[in-house]
C-alpha cells in the first residue's frame, strides 16, 4: 500500500470514528437509493416507479423579525461564528448553514447545484442573488444531521425587499422539518409580517413550528417579561389559525450573551431536545420508508414476471389460432385454384403435356374435389365461389386479428429483474433490519 493510501485510509477511519451512528444510518440509508446500477432509484426507474431518495439531513428553518437572535442561536449551536449578528440587518437573503468536510461560502448558483430542490424557487425575481450557503466543520450537538435555514429579518413599514420575501418563506416552509419562529421582547415582537407568515405557514406547516421568546433576559423583570409573552400570545391567538390551547413559547437567550443583572429560566435546551426528536422521527420514518419501497419494487418485480409470463401463453395461443387460420385460409384458395385449372384443363390436354400415368394420378387425386364442386348448381356457382372468397379472406382477417402479441421481457431483462428481487430481499431489506436494531440498541441500557 503507498503512504498516500495509507493516509486516505487512515483519514476515513477518523472520519467513521467521528460519525454518530444515526449518521452512518443516514449514509448508509441515502447510499442504498442512488449509489451503483442496482440503487433503488435505478430499480425504480426501470419498473416505471417514482421512488424518492431520503434527505441525510433535517431542514430547520428560523423566521422572526431582525435582531431577534435567530444568527445567534446558529451560532450557538454549532459553535463557531459563521453568521454576522447585531441590532441591523444582517440577514437580507437565505443563508444555509451545514456541516461539511471543509470551511466553505457558495454563492446563489452553487447553492442551488449543492441544494437542486432549490431550482423550483428561481420563479421568484432575483431571489438567486439572495440565498448563499455556509459550510463549516463544526460537528457540535447534533449539526452534521442539520441543515439550518436562516431567513431575512422581517420588518413592517415601508422596508422593501429585493424578492418576494413572503412566498419565498412558505416555499421554504414546505422543504423544512421545524420551523423556529424567534420573537424578541424589545418592541419588535408584534411585527406584523412576521405575524402574517406565521399565520399563513401554520396553514400547513402548524405541526413543525414551535415559537420561542428569544432574548428573554433582555425582557426586564419576570412581570415584564410576562407582559410581553401575553403580548405576543393574545396577538397570536387573534388569527383564527393560531387561536389553539395548550400555546407554548419558551424563554430562551444565549448563555454568552446572558445579561449579568437579569436573570431568568432559560429554556434553550428544550429547543435542543425538540431537534433531537425531530432527527429521531426523521430516522425512524426514513427506516419505515426505506422497508416500504421496498417492498414496493419487490411486489412489482413479481407483477412485472407474473405479466410476462401470462404474456407467454397469450402468444402461445396467439400462435395456435394464426397457425388454425392461414392454413383454413389458404387451403380454400388452394381448392378454388385447383377447380380452376382443372375446369379449364381437360384430361386430354394434361396427357399431352405428361405421360398418362402422371395424367391419370392427377385426375384420381382431384377426383373428390371436382365430384364436391359438380353438386352445385350451375346457376349457384358463382355465389358459392364468391362465398368461399369471402370466407377465405374472413379466415385471413381472422389469422391476422388473433395472432397479435404481447411484448415479452428479454432473457437479459428478466435475468436482471430477478438478481435485482434477490438482492433486494437477501441484502437490502437485512441491511434495514440490522439498521434498525442499531438506531434501536441507542434506547437500550
Known amino acids: 500500500m503507498t503512504r498516500r493510501g495509507a493516509r486516505k485510509l487512515a483519514g476515513g477511519n ?25 440503487s433503488l432509484l435505478n430499480i425504480g426507474e426501470d419498473l416505471g416507479l417514482s421512488i424518492e431518495p431520503p434527505r441525510k439531513k433535517i431542514n430547520i428553518m428560523l423566521i422572526g423579525n431582525h435582531s431577534a437572535g ?6 450557538w449551536y454549532i459553535e463557531e461564528t459563521i453568521q454576522r449578528t447585531g441590532v441591523a440587518i444582517e440577514t437580507q437573503g437565505f443563508t444555509l448553514v451545514t456541516s461539511g468536510k471543509r470551511r466553505d461560502t457558495l454563492t446563489g448558483t452553487a447553492t442551488v447545484h449543492f441544494y437542486p430542490v ?4 428561481l420563479s421568484t425575481d432575483k431571489i438567486l442573488d439572495y440565498i448563499s450557503t455556509e459550510v463549516t466543520t463544526s460537528k457540535q450537538k447534533k449539526f452534521p444531521l442539520i441543515t439550518f435555514i436562516d431567513t431575512p429579518g422581517l420588518v413592517d413599514g415601508e422596508m422593501l425587499y429585493p424578492f418576494d420575501v413572503d412566498q419565498a418563506i412558505e416555499w421554504m416552509g414546505h422543504k423544512c422539518d421545524l420551523i423556529f419562529v424567534f420573537f424578541d421582547p424589545i418592541g419588535q415582537a408584534l411585527c406584523k409580517r412576521t405575524l402574517n407568515i406565521v399565520e399563513h405557514l401554520n396553514e400547513f406547516a402548524g405541526d413543525k413550528m414551535r415559537f420561542y421568546l428569544s432574548k428573554a ?30 400555546f407554548d413559547m419558551p424563554t430562551i437567550y444565549i448563555p454568552s450573551l446572558a445579561n449579568e443583572k437579569q436573570r431568568c429560566v432559560n429554556q434553550i435546551e428544550d429547543v435542543c431536545r425538540d431537534i433531537d426528536k425531530s432527527i429521531a422521527m426523521t430516522l425512524q420514518s426514513i427506516l419505515n420508508t426505506l422497508d416500504k419501497d421496498c417492498d414496493t419494487l419487490v411486489d412489482k418485480i413479481d407483477e412485472t414476471l407474473a405479466e410476462d409470463t401470462l404474456n407467454g401463453k397469450h402468444n402461445v395461443k396467439a400462435y395456435g389460432w394464426w397457425l388454425l387460420f392461414q392454413m383454413l385460409g389458404y387451403g380454400m384458395f388452394l381448392l378454388l385454384i385447383t377447380q380452376f385449372i382443372f375446369s379449364i384443363l381437360s384430361e386430354q390436354m394434361l396427357r399431352t403435356i405428361t405421360d398418362e400415368q402422371t395424367s391419370e394420378l392427377v385426375f384420381q ?27 377465405n379472406l374472413l379466415c385471413f382477417l381472422l389469422a391476422k386479428v388473433l395472432s397479435r402479441t404481447k411484448p415479452r421481457l428479454g432473457s437479459k431483462v428478466k435475468k436482471l429483474h430477478v438478481a435485482r428481487r434477490k438482492k433486494i430481499l437477501e441484502v437490502i431489506k437485512p441491511k434495514q433490519s440490522d439498521m434498525y436494531s442499531k438506531y434501536l440498541a441507542q434506547c437500550s441500557e
Request: aromatic letters at 6%; a negative charge; proline letters at 3%.
Open 217 to 246: 433576559d433582555t425582557a426586564g423583570t419576570e412581570t415584564d417579561r410576562q407582559k410581553v409573552m401575553m403580548q405576543v400570545v393574545q396577538e397570536l391567538c387573534k388569527r383564527p389559525g393560531l387561536n389553539k390551547t395548550g
Open 14 to 38: 477518523t472520519e467513521s470514528l467521528t460519525q454518530s451512528i444515526n449518521e452512518v444510518i443516514l449514509q448508509d440509508c441515502h447510499s442504498l437509493y442512488i449509489e451503483g446500477d442496482d
Open 365 to 391: 387425386t382431384i377426383k373428390p374435389v371436382r365430384q364436391l364442386f359438380s353438386l352445385i348448381p350451375e346457376e349457384n356457382k358463382y355465389f358459392i365461389f364468391g362465398a368461399i372468397l369471402g370466407t
Open 118 to 121: 432549490l431550482k423550483e424557487l
Open 70 to 75: 435567530k444568527s445567534s442561536f446558529i451560532n
